[in-house]
Every structure is written in C-alpha cells, then in structure tokens.
C-alpha cells in the first residue's frame, strides 16, 4: 500500500485528493503548509507528494528544493495558474509532474499511478547483453536500485526523468519524437504536454552538467531527441 503526502492550503481540496486516493488502496498524510509538509515528509514517509505551489508563507517550489536535498521522492505539482513558468520551474528543479486546478481527480490519480507504476518497473533488472548496467560512454543506469550515475558519481534523477533516459539508452541509436518520449515515460491515456519533455529533458542535461556531463541528451531538430555520446 502506498503512502500519498498531500500538501496544499485549502482543506476542501486536500479533502478531495484524499477521498480519491483512498478509494484506490491508497494511504494518505496531510499537510496544510509548507513547514507542516517538511514534518509530515520526515514522520510518514511517503511515496510520492502531491505538492500546491501557492501557498502563503513557504511555497511549494521552496518545499520541493528542500525535499530534495535529501530525497528523490516523486513529486506532482499543482498549480491554480495555467502558466508556463510555474510548470517548468516546477520541473526543473525536482518536480516529476504537474496538474492544474481546476483538475479531476480521475487525472490526478492517474497521474500518481503511471509515477508509482514507474517506479516499480524501475525496480526489476535491466540489463544489457553483457550483465552490466545499462549504460552509454560515462552514463550507467542501474535499473534495480534506481541510480544512475556519471563517471561513478551518483546523479539525482527524478523518477521521469530516469525512465526519460532509460529509454533512450535502450535504443541508443533512435531520434525520439516528443510523443514517442511521452508514451514510454506515462501511461497512454495520460494527457501531458510537448513543455513537460522539454522540462525533463532540461533536467537531466543540468544534471548531468554540474557534474561535468556533456553531450548527454542531443537535440534532433524537427524530430526532438537522442542520446548523445555521454562525454
């Protein structure tokens, strides 16, 4: 059973998340704030979080940079603005996903399962011909424990994020479209946009940059991406 972290201000709505998730089997924390979410995060553990990015006092994007400073735990944003900047800040600084309000819950549960589902695959072996890693130059993934690394260092992907490059280094060679990058990191039927693969892929090419990774993730003009040479 998965334990949900449900953040935002406004009751009504962590009320409707709730009743969501805990039809489907699901546990759920809650928190009205930004400081309450730190505590619930440390004393609940969840899975996954479900994070408001508006709220008074300490906002979900400074939520989100201290949770991961210490773990990668998914987390989906929700946002009352339809605006750009919000989402792709939200993603590039840790952020797995994000919702805007007014959303269904049907979507957001959606959403939440495709991440956990994610995961779990994430969880069984993956291995290249040879019974290493799947890997490419310096990059290596190792799919059971959900770590990849640069050169052997530990790089702190996000669970879309390391499917977005799992996929990739599975077929080395192949210039993804967006949607083709789309249907290997969600499951079909969730609705996301061209912004969100950009945003995940800004985020592991930062990632991957401060640790002195280049040439991880190449743009394909007029198709979208490939891997690079991951040197």
Not at 25 to 37: C, I, P, Q, Y
């Amino acid at each position: 059973m998965h334990t949900i972290l449900v953040v935002d201000d406004d009751a009504h709505i962590r009320d409707v998340i709730r009743f969501a998730l805990e039809q489907t089997g699901m546990r759920v924390a809650e928190a009205g704030d930004g400081a309450e979410a730190l505590e619930q995060f440390r004393s609940a553990g969840p899975d996954l979080v479900i994070l408001d990015i508006l709220m008074p006092e300490m906002d979900g994007l400074e939520v989100c940079r201290q949770l991961r400073k210490h773990a990668d735990t998914p987390i989906v944003f929700l946002t009352s603005r339809d605006d750009e900047i919000d989402r792709v800040i939200g993603l590039e600084i840790g952020g797995d996903d994000y919702v805007v309000k007014p959303f269904s819950p049907r979507e957001l549960v959606a959403r939440v399962n495709a991440i956990l589902r994610r995961l779990k695959k994430g969880g069984s072996p993956v291995e290249s011909v040879s019974g290493k890693p799947l890997g490419r130059g310096l990059v290596a993934l190792d799919v059971q424990s959900h770590v990849a690394t640069w050169d052997g260092e530990d790089v702190p992907l996000t669970a879309m994020e390391f499917s977005l490059l799992q996929a990739m280094l599975r077929h080395p060679t192949k210039a993804f479209t967006r949607d083709e990058l789309m249907d290997r990191v969600y499951d079909q039927g969730v609705a996301v946009s061209d912004r969100t693969i950009d945003s995940h892929v800004r985020g592991v090419r930062a990632k991957f940059a401060a640790l002195g990774g280049g040439h991880v993730i190449e743009t394909v003009h007029g198709v979208g991406y490939k891997l690079g040479t991951c040197r």
